[in-house]
């Protein structure tokens, strides 16, 4: 039986790495944390979370829920840690960050079959069963490393012009940001209320209202605020669904109001009218000691998100723990470059999960690492990979990540409009859901009792 090598030890990695041991093949687990670390990370600790810790929404039947759905009856290892170390968050699925990722690494550390090496990794042997799945902070290093294995004929885009240059990386990255934390302690309780958007779950969610002449002056503070001082080299390329809030506030005064801070289904309960605006704070730990300020992603100075966020009723003498920030985040141009089971078509033994195969989002990263998991463990048994049926959400994300416009690729969180429509036209949107979700776990149910997920796997 051959050893599986995966490099990088974040969400992808940990949930990889678990699959393969689960089927009983070995795995040298590399990661560079921390010998060495990154602009974002914190800790050396496996499956850390840089931004925000919410895995997203756990209503029933929505997109989030169902690509979650999927991973349990696939027996997602990290998913059932996350359950264990939830936080309330309302209808929402959320972590304390610390003890997720300790309890990650303490699991991986302990498991026989997995050898942890904490180095830098710069070398790609496409002979060898290799999961890269070393995030949107890939090291120059092996980033050049991964220009090296893409730059085969086969990877040229079919819809790219004849005398078009393979994509590679690192013209294919954009930046990604991070939320505020500030301490529970520091908040004005006064001005502030609990809930949860429409009621749905418990009110898990602290609300700081604004009234319009609030609103403005905030406003106008942030889209004066200074942003951090730009490098040479850096293009700012943001991905849409997670642009810092002064990007949001330049397209137009009402844009925050229809997006990080839309007060719709948040009723004042000591008013009983809906505020101008509002803020979410949402729970970062157990303890309850810290919380993150909700889509307020930036890339301003420290010392002006000071000054901007103490605007927000209730954060007038907060105390930050940690400001927005901004990182790199680089991924491969999947369509030009994988197939659908994740391996790469030039190199068939190399395989990408987690954001750089071009997902966007935790429980994304996740799910394909455990597809690439699974897959690279069907290799090392001589057993041919099955890609996951189109109906289902995992089948979706890989589909898009290998099939989308290869000249105007960007990473993707799971949603409906990736699943197959539906034979039927049905015009009520949450019945539609419904039926979409049925269909595709009854395809994945299918999936599991056929395909490479049976192989040779435990209970672990």
């Not at 940690?322 to 033994?349: E, F, V």
Request: with cysteine.
């Amino acid at each position: 039986m051959k050893t599986v090598r995966i490099i990088g030890a974040g969400l992808a990695g940990s949930e990889a790495a678990w699959q393969c041991a689960r089927r009983g093949i070995a795995v040298e687990l590399v990661e560079m944390r921390p010998v060495r670390t990154t602009p974002a990370h914190q800790t050396g600790e496996f499956a850390e979370l840089v931004c925000s810790n919410s895995l997203k929404s756990d209503s029933e039947n929505t997109a989030p829920w169902l690509l979650k759905e999927e991973m349990r009856r696939a027996r997602s290892f990290l998913l059932k840690i996350a359950r264990a170390e939830a936080v309330p968050a309302g209808h929402a699925l959320a972590v304390d960050r610390a003890k997720f990722s300790k309890k990650v690494t303490e699991v991986i550390s302990q498991e026989p079959l997995i050898n942890v090496k904490r180095e830098e990794a710069t070398l790609i042997d496409e002979d060898q069963i290799t999961v890269v799945t070393t995030g949107p902070l890939t090291s120059d290093a092996l980033t050049s490393e991964i220009m090296r294995l893409s730059a085969a004929p086969v990877a040229q885009a079919r819809s790219a012009p004849a005398n078009s240059p393979p994509p590679t990386p690192h013209n294919l990255h954009f930046y990604d940001s991070i939320s505020p934390i500030v301490e529970a302690d520091s908040i004005d309780m006064n001005k502030v209320y609990m809930a949860a958007r429409y009621d749905k779950g418990s009110a898990d969610y602290i609300n700081c209202p604004m009234s319009k002449e609030e609103y403005d002056a905030f406003y106008d503070a942030l889209v004066a605020a200074q942003p951090v001082e730009e490098k040479d080299w850096e293009k700012l390329n943001y991905f849409e669904g997670c642009l810092p809030i002064e990007e949001i506030a330049r397209r137009g005064r009402d844009t925050l109001r229809f997006g990080p801070m839309k007060p719709v289904g948040l009723i004042d309960p000591r008013t009983g009218r809906r505020p101008y605006a509002v803020v979410q704070l949402r729970q970062e730990n157990l303890r309850a000691d810290s919380y993150n300020l909700v889509g307020f992603q930036n890339h301003l100075r420290f010392g002006d998100q000071a000054r901007v966020l103490s605007l927000i009723p209730g954060l007038e003498h907060a105390l930050f723990l940690r400001y927005g920030q901004i990182h790199r985040n680089t991924y491969i141009n999947g369509p030009t470059l994988l197939t659908p089971t994740l391996q790469m078509k030039a190199h068939p033994l190399v395989l990408f999960a987690g954001q750089i195969c071009g997902v966007e989002g935790y429980v994304e990263s996740i799910a394909t690492g455990l597809i690439a998991g699974v897959n690279a463990a069907a290799l090392a048994g001589g057993v041919e990979p099955v890609p996951p049926p189109r109906a289902t959400a995992f089948g979706s994300l890989v589909h898009y990540i290998t099939q989308a416009d290869a000249r105007n690729f960007q990473p993707a969180n799971i949603t409906f409009d990736l699943l197959p429509a539906l034979e039927k036209r049905i015009r009520d949107r949450k019945e539609r859901h419904r039926l979409q979700c049925e269909l595709a776990l009854r395809e994945f149910e299918g999936w599991l009792a056929n395909a490479a997920l049976q192989f040779s796997a435990t209970d672990k």
